[in-house]
């Protein structure tokens, strides 16, 4: 199939090379009137022999054109090889442990645009927002595909079981995508080696864009300080996304003194640590964009949700 892409392109870009050459396929570019002379039916009077020609094309714009062409070439080229790659990225993951026919499709779907976004073939460029949108669908679908097999798509049961493993300080009425991560990964985290954090993050970083949310606007002065006055070196900032590095929110540190000391911090006076651990986070996500961590991650809960599932069906 590929071939006769190529093919059908190439055909159509040599008959335009053709075009803006002057060359056609009958051989018009020039024609000749003839005049009889006074002196005989069979005379030709070389004389009265009038040309014209079809101008040559000026060289440069020859050349422009070419360029443009084989650019062309070079970017359907590109798409082709993409393409080819997609197709193997896509069988990194395989959503074939999913019964329903429905929830699969979609999430095989949703799996090819991920992979397009990391890859760039969506829009020319590498689309890190959409990717982590196409994240967030996949998982959870996952999650909620798990735990309707797991309580026969019981509500009831499944918030009762919610409330059972992340020991809210209030109870839940209803499900939450949150609250389900959450759930899943202090219930399996350590038998898988899962982790919420960056998924997590990804979460926050569809809502602050969905919603248009400044949640993630932190001064990086300002996280610094608050590192440095909770005995946190600044190197650590980045270890914060993935290795469930946090700022015990029990410890002993008032954040409130860092933004009390320095009237430039004076913004942040509803940030408590909850929350700055929170944004650092997407912070940390919106400024290395780490589309391989957060597919490794990926890969980590469809195995893990795999597993489980083997002991529902």
């Known amino acids: 199939m590929a071939k006769e892409i190529k093919k059908s392109i190439f055909a159509r870009i040599w008959q335009k090379l053709l075009n ?22 069979d005379g030709v009077d070389k004389s009265s022999v009038t040309t014209e020609e ?15 062409i084989l650019e062309r070439v070079r970017t359907i080229e590109e798409y082709l090889a993409l393409g080819s790659e997609i197709s193997k990225k896509v069988k990194l993951i395989d959503y ?8 699969r499709s979609v999430l095989e779907s949703d799996l090819i645009e ?13 689309e890190f927002n959409q990717f982590c949108l196409y994240i967030q669908m996949q998982i959870e679908k996952l999650l909620r595909y798990y735990y309707d097999q ?13 409330n059972k493993i992340n020991k809210p300080t209030y109870h839940y009425s209803s499900i939450n ?44 002065d300002f996280v610094t300080a608050v590192l440095d006055k909770a005995k946190l070196s600044s190197v650590a900032l980045h270890e914060f996304l993935g290795h ?45 964009r780490p589309f ?22």
């Open 20 to 41: 803006t050459l002057g060359v056609s396929k009958k051989n018009d570019s020039s024609k000749t009137k003839l005049a009889s002379s006074d002196g005989g039916q």
């Open 54 to 68: 079809t101008p040559a094309p000026r060289l440069s714009n020859v050349e422009q054109t070419t360029s443009e």
């Open 96 to 103: 074939s442990f999913v019964k329903n026919k429905e929830v």
């Open 114 to 126: 991920m992979w397009r976004c990391q890859l760039g073939v969506r829009g020319h460029k590498k």
């Open 150 to 162: 797991r309580f026969g798509g019981d509500e009831s049961l499944i918030i009762d079981h919610l």
């Open 177 to 220: 995508y949150q609250w389900v991560l959450y759930a899943f990964g202090n219930e399996f985290s350590k038998t898988y080696g899962i982790s919420t954090d960056i998924l997590d993050a990804v979460r926050m970083l569809r809502n602050s864009v969905i919603h248009n949310s400044g949640m993630s606007e932190l001064s990086r």
């Open 244 to 288: 469930n590095v946090s700022i015990n929110p029990k410890a002993k540190f008032n954040i409130s003194s860092v933004i009390d000391g320095n009237s430039k911090f004076s913004g942040y006076k509803s940030v408590d640590i909850s929350k700055f651990n929170r944004c650092v986070k997407l912070k940390i996500l919106k400024e290395d």
């Open 292 to 313: 391989d961590k957060i597919i490794d991650e990926l890969i980590k809960w469809c195995n893990a949700i795999q597993s489980e599932l083997k002991n529902v069906y």
